[in-house]
Each structure stands twice: as structure tokens, then as C-alpha cells.
């Protein structure tokens, strides 16, 4: 079993539980007035506590969002109670907010309990499995640290029951992936905007500066942000032609690839930790749990204990 399948069949697995969770979550920000980026700080808040969620540390862990953005989600979600505001740019939840996201949290979790189609041991040894991956990211040494994985490890439950405490192992390892990315990039000193520019052009998902704008709208940039990343990306040498219809070099290229293959690297180096008889193990486990849970559908009973 090759770690990138195994990566796959992973994500897969925790896929499958959002039907389970997700809508009480949904529930919770439209019954508050928050958009999902505000209901996305509210549950992270918990994980910088006791320091407060500022833009500043924000852009640690999402450098691609513009600091105003964030400033602007956070006052919102302050004006709707749940934040104080020290007008420092730094924001705490209240007490009576801590105490409703760790609720809600546990109610979500309640749900996935519910909802596991494994046997008890079945389900404890992909627990175990995965906790030993989420472990191992903490462990395993990155340029920059393994920032995101620690603070995402703070909401790790207890391992029983066992299914909330995988995906929360699988969130672990999607933060260690993010902080594998940052270490990957960051040392070529390019902007966020910059790479972020780059990797649209080079994934085709945009084919002028118009379509990376229309694409990258929501990260709060204005448009200048971006004509000033194709400059760069051009002084570079990393991309040539006009605004309306820039390409990517071979030399972009190689950038961008080296990129995305330093960040594997990273990532799957802490895959080691496990034999490879345990890695066809949890294939075989993932395969079931996904298998069996897109089988399911969230019936009343699950409406009923969300409510």
C-alpha cells in the first residue's frame, strides 16, 4: 500500500462522516447570522486559547487571506457576541461562547459516535492507527515547525469512541500537510498572492489576470494585489506574455512541481511510522468505514438528536 493511496482512501474515510455532522454545524452559523469563514474562526478559536485569534496569527495558518478579511470576519462575528474585542485587533471568546463551541463540538461528535457502522475493535485499531499518524506529525521535524498540527492536535478527544478520535487525528494530518506545504514555499520568499497566482496559472484554472481576480475575489485582495504578483512571477522569469493571456515557463514550472514534490516529501516522511502490514491494514479498515458509511443515510434519528 503506497502512501499516496493510503492518503486518499484517508480523506475518503472522513469525507464520508461530514453527512453525519455537518448539518447540526450548518445549523448552528445560519441560526447565528455567520458566513462559513466566521463559523471557521469561531471553531479554531479554542485551538489559540489562552492567546488571542488576531489576523496576524490567521495568516500563519492561511497566508493566502488578506489580514483586512480577517479583521472584518472577526468583527462580525465579535458584533454577534461571541468574540470580546479589545480593539488591539485581538479577540477572545467569551466564556459563555467557549463553553457553546465546546458543546457544539461534542454534540458533533456525538453524532459521528452514532453513526459508526465499524465493530468497537474494528473502529479502536483505525483510531489507534490514525492517532499514531497525528502523533507522528507533531514529532516530525519541518522548516518553519509543525505550527498547524499542534494547534489542530488541542481538540484531539479522548480515543474512545473511537470515530470522533480518528477524525480528529485526520484533521491532525491535514494541518501537518499545510505546515509541509509552508515549509516548502517559504524559503523561496515569493508572496502568498505570488504563489497563489502562479498556482492558478499553472493548474489551468485561470488564463489571465481577470480569471486569477474572479478566482481568488474571496481572499479580500484587491485586484492590484494580483497585477503586482504577475510582475513578479514575470521579473522571475517564472511567467512571460501580457496580462490577458500570461504562460507559464519551464522555468514556472519547475518552480511550481518542485513545490508540490518537496511538500509530499515532507508529508509522507512521517508515514514511515507505520509497517507496511499495518498500512494494508488500514486500507482495509478505511475502505469499510467509507464504503459503509456513503451506504447510510442520516435518518431521523440523527435530525432528532441534533435537536
Known amino acids: 500500500m503506497d502512501n499516496r493511496t493510503l492518503w486518499e482512501l484517508t480523506t475518503e474515510a472522513q469525507r464520508a462522516i461530514f453527512p453525519f455532522y455537518d448539518p447540526l454545524f450548518e445549523r448552528f452559523a445560519d441560526e447565528h447570522g455567520l458566513t462559513q469563514r466566521g463559523f471557521s474562526l469561531l471553531l479554531a478559536a479554542p485551538t489559540f486559547e489562552p492567546d488571542a485569534v488576531t489576523p496576524e496569527r490567521l ?45 457544539l463540538i461534542a454534540a458533533g461528535r ?19 492507527l490514525a492517532g499514531r499518524l497525528a502523533r507522528a506529525a507533531l514529532e516530525t521535524p519541518l522548516k518553519g515547525g509543525n505550527w498547524l498540527a499542534r494547534l489542530n492536535y488541542r481538540l484531539m478527544p479522548p480515543p ?42 499553472w493548474r489551468g484554472e485561470a488564463d489571465s489576470l481577470p ?54 516529501r515532507f508529508f509522507f516522511a512521517l508515514w514511515s511510522s507505520l509497517a507496511e502490514a499495518e498500512k494494508d491494514e488500514m486500507a482495509g479498515l478505511l475502505a469499510r468505514l467509507r464504503d459503509e458509511l456513503f451506504a447510510q443515510k442520516p435518518c431521523k434519528g440523527f435530525e432528532t438528536s441534533k435537536g
Open 211 to 264: 480569471a486569477v481576480y474572479a478566482k481568488l475575489e474571496g481572499r479580500g485582495h484587491p485586484v492590484e494585489i494580483y497585477a503586482e504578483a504577475m510582475e513578479d512571477l514575470r521579473a522571475r522569469g517564472f511567467v512571460e506574455g501580457p496580462d490577458s493571456g500570461p504562460q507559464v515557463t519551464e522555468s514556472g514550472k519547475s518552480f511550481r512541481e518542485k513545490i508540490e514534490k518537496d511538500t509530499d
Open 110 to 128: 456525538a453524532l459521528m459516535t452514532q453513526a459508526d457502522p465499524l465493530p468497537p475493535a474494528d473502529s479502536a485499531r483505525l483510531a489507534s
Open 160 to 201: 474512545e469512541p473511537p470515530l470522533p478520535y480518528f477524525e480528529q487525528a485526520v484533521s491532525c494530518l491535514h494541518a501537518h500537510r499545510d505546515d509541509a506545504h509552508l515549509a516548502a514555499w517559504r524559503p523561496s520568499k515569493l508572496a502568498a498572492a505570488t504563489l497563489e497566482t502562479l498556482t492558478q496559472l
Open 59 to 103: 495568516r500563519v495558518r492561511t497566508p493566502y487571506t488578506a489580514a483586512e478579511a480577517y479583521q472584518e470576519e472577526l468583527e462580525a462575528v465579535a458584533r454577534s457576541g461571541f468574540f470580546v474585542d479589545l480593539l488591539t485587533g485581538e479577540f477572545y471568546l467569551t466564556p459563555a461562547a467557549h463553553a457553546e463551541i465546546l458543546n
